[in-house]
């Protein structure tokens, strides 16, 4: 299991890179596996203010479609669209080329509220 030390996470299995206002997140390799094969994203939030916990988009798999929750509040600034082609990238690269959304956070101190990567390890252990 894949676990980055220099990301955040959440409890609905999302990542979180962090880079000053700057925020680009991705679902888990965790999540991906659970989900099999990622067959599409919708993601129709670019330009938009979308606050946190709130879903930004839906991830469809051959075994389920799942809901993508905010983990920071902010304005959705760009969307990979390398996905809409390669949507099989968040399985194959989850925290590389598999990157879903990059934000531009309205609250810093919402950040103080993600899992470290301690954490989430002992969430998906439990």
């Not at 902010?74 to 099989?88: M, Q, R």
């Not at 080329?97 to 950040?111: A, M, Q, R, T, Y």
């Not at 390890?121 to 439990?126: G, H, T």
């Amino acid at each position: 299991m894949n676990i980055p030390e220099e990301l955040k996470y959440t409890e609905e299995h999302e990542w979180v890179k962090i880079e000053g206002n700057i925020a680009t997140i991705g679902i888990t390799d965790f999540a991906q596996g659970e989900l099999g094969d990622i067959v599409y994203l919708e993601i129709d939030s670019l330009d938009s203010e979308i606050g946190l916990n709130e879903v930004f988009g839906t991830v469809e798999a051959v075994k389920t479609v799942s809901d993508l929750f905010m983990p920071v509040g902010g304005k959705v600034i760009e969307i990979n669209s390398t996905l809409e082609d390669n949507p099989e990238l968040v399985n194959e690269d989850p925290y590389g080329e598999g990157w879903i959304i990059k934000i531009d956070i309205s609250d810093l101190s919402e950040v103080d509220s993600l899992l470290s990567p301690e954490d989430y390890k002992n969430l998906i252990a439990s």
